[in-house]
C-alpha cells in the first residue's frame, strides 16, 4: 500500500499545475458542457501514459530525440493558436456564462482535449518519464502506477465537477472575461517555457 500512496500523492502533486489541461477542464466544467467526456478523456489519457511510462516506454524519448522534438513545438504551436483564441474572446466580451447557451460539439471538444493532452511535452515529461522513473524506485510499481492513475481520475473529476461551484462568480460578463484572459496567459506562457526549453 505504500506504493500505491506514494503514486497517488505523487500523481496529485505533478497534475495539480495550472496547465493548459487544467484551464480547458475547469472552462468546460463552469460551462456544464460534456463534463463527464472531459473528465473522463483526461484521466483515461492519463492511466494509458502512466501505464507506458511504468511499462519502460520512457526510454523512446531518450532513443528519439526528435520525437520529443517534433511533440515540443507541435505543443508550441497549437498552444499559442489556443491562446489566441482565449485572448479575443477575452477582447470580445460576452454576457457571461450561459450553460444553456452555445457551444463547441463533443467531437470539436475531445479534438481540442486532445490536441492539449497529447501534444503537450510535459504531460509526457510528468506521465511517462518521471513517474515511470519513480516507479521503478518503489517496492511495489504496479501499486504505484495504481496510485498515480486514481490520482489522475480524482484530480479531473473533482476540478470538472467542482467547477459547478464557481458558476455564480462567473456568471458575470467580467469574470468570464478574465477566465478567458487567465486561460490565453496560461497557455502563451506554455508555450513561450516549451519554445524556450
Known amino acids: 500500500m505504500t506504493s500505491y500512496f506514494t503514486g497517488l500523492g505523487t500523481g496529485l502533486s505533478l497534475i495539480a499545475a495550472i496547465g493548459a489541461q487544467n484551464a480547458f477542464v475547469l472552462k468546460q466544467g463552469l460551462?456544464?458542457?460534456?463534463?463527464?467526456?472531459?473528465?473522463?478523456?483526461?484521466?483515461?489519457?492519463?492511466?494509458?501514459?502512466?501505464?507506458?511510462?511504468?511499462?519502460?516506454?520512457?526510454?523512446?524519448?531518450?532513443?528519439?530525440?526528435?520525437?520529443?522534438?517534433?511533440?515540443?513545438?507541435?505543443?508550441?504551436?497549437?498552444?499559442?493558436?489556443?491562446?489566441?483564441?482565449?485572448?479575443?474572446?477575452?477582447?470580445?466580451?460576452?454576457?457571461?456564462?450561459?450553460?444553456?447557451?452555445?457551444?463547441?460539439?463533443l467531437a470539436a471538444t475531445i479534438a481540442a482535449l486532445a490536441a492539449l493532452t497529447w501534444l503537450n511535452p510535459h504531460v509526457w515529461l510528468d506521465t511517462v518519464v518521471l513517474l515511470g522513473a519513480i516507479a521503478q524506485q518503489t517496492a511495489w510499481p504496479t501499486g504505484f502506477a495504481l496510485g498515480a492513475i486514481s490520482g489522475s481520475f480524482l484530480f479531473f473529476f473533482a476540478l470538472g465537477y467542482g467547477a459547478r461551484l464557481l458558476a455564480p462568480v462567473f456568471a458575470s460578463p467580467a469574470a468570464w472575461r478574465w477566465l478567458e484572459f487567465g486561460v490565453g496567459w496560461v497557455m502563451w506562457s506554455i508555450a513561450a517555457g516549451l519554445a524556450l526549453g
Open 31 to 105: 460551462m456544464r458542457r460534456h463534463v463527464l467526456a472531459v473528465c473522463l478523456f483526461c484521466a483515461v489519457s492519463d492511466a494509458a501514459l502512466i501505464l507506458l511510462g511504468v511499462g519502460g516506454m520512457g526510454m523512446l524519448g531518450t532513443r528519439w530525440q526528435w520525437l520529443a522534438e517534433a511533440m515540443r513545438w507541435g505543443g508550441v504551436v497549437f498552444l499559442i493558436a489556443y491562446g489566441a483564441r482565449s485572448f479575443r474572446a477575452a477582447l470580445r466580451g460576452g454576457a457571461g456564462l450561459r450553460p444553456e447557451g452555445d457551444g463547441a460539439g
